[in-house]
């Protein structure tokens, strides 16, 4: 008998993208962000409620980068962390880009997250608002449907477990228990192709099965654990009770064709 186990994680990323689809936009990716000067808003006051740097509250992710650009071609800006209370300023050090020229730009990267307002120092009506937040989960798990397929037959007086993969270069731990004992064990495993075979030296049977489990580490170069992607901690089991394996089998065969040839040699012709 051979027993096959299939294990998918299909459906747990579909529930992921949904969630993420309904998920507001804070979640979303913001790597980069850029920021610029409304045109004249240092001449003028009409930009206050719209906003006079674009966009007026910008979302960026802890380690990102910030651009801010004086994009106003008609005066000379400054992007200063900190409030502004009428005409009195109160920088907190965040950050601050210094008088910047129409053109200039000056670039930040936020090592915290929080909340981080500021204003123009030169004009201080203008305010804006930087929200800084954490890598969100969704965006570092990779969107990979990894499956296992576990498969075995009684091989030389033991079990040969047959690993089937639909990705390459998987890195994986494989465990196998009978009877609560630890029969096999190896971690950190690769597979380069989408198929390895293991041997287990003890045999399963429907009262004292072998409990197989294997566990994903990620998809990679082995040794390269910074850059793996896919799926860590996906569990795969298999209960294994081998009964007819590839020695069986052939055993099977030679003592069919045996008795063909027997029954050949001899013209014995069964009488009703």
């Known amino acids: 008998m051979k027993t096959k186990a299939i294990s998918s994680i299909f459906v747990l990323f579909a529930i992921a ?12 990716d913001h790597a980069e962000v850029a920021i610029g000067a409304v045109e004249e808003s240092g001449f003028s006051q009409a930009c206050v409620e719209t906003g006079c740097y674009t ?9 990102g980068v910030v651009t801010m650009t004086n994009t106003d071609p008609t005066g000379v800006h400054t992007f200063t962390s900190g409030t502004v209370d009428g005409f009195t300023p109160s920088p907190d050090g965040a950050f601050d880009t210094g008088v910047l020229m129409s053109g ?3 670039e930040w990267s936020p090592t ?3 909340t981080y307002p500021y204003y123009c120092m030169l004009h201080t009506w203008m305010i804006g608002e930087i ?8 965006e570092v798990a990779e969107e990979v449907e990894l499956m296992v397929m576990i498969s075995d037959s009684q091989v030389m007086g033991g079990t040969q477990i047959e690993l089937e993969f639909n990705v390459l270069h998987l890195n994986y731990d494989l465990t196998a228990t009978q009877n609560g004992e630890v029969v096999f064990e190896e971690k950190g495993l690769h597979s380069m192709e989408l198929i390895a075979t293991h041997q287990i030296d003890a045999l399963g049977s429907d009262e004292n099965p072998i409990d197989v489990e294997v ?7 082995p040794g390269d654990e910074d850059s793996w992607t896919g799926p860590v901690g996906q569990v795969t ?3 294994v009770v081998p009964e007819f394996g590839t020695i069986a089998m052939m055993v099977l065969a030679v003592a069919i064709i045996s008795i063909v040839a027997v029954t050949a040699k001899s013209r014995v012709v069964p009488r009703f």
């Open 112 to 114: 915290e997250a929080g």
């Open 17 to 28: 993208a949904g969630m993420a689809s309904m998920a507001p936009a804070a979640f979303a």
């Open 104 to 106: 200039d730009a000056f």
């Open 215 to 221: 566990v994903s580490l990620g998809i990679g170069a």
């Open 131 to 138: 929200i800084v937040q954490e890598v969100a989960a969704e």
């Open 237 to 239: 089991t298999a209960k």
């Open 55 to 63: 966009p007026m509250v910008a979302t960026v992710d802890v380690g």
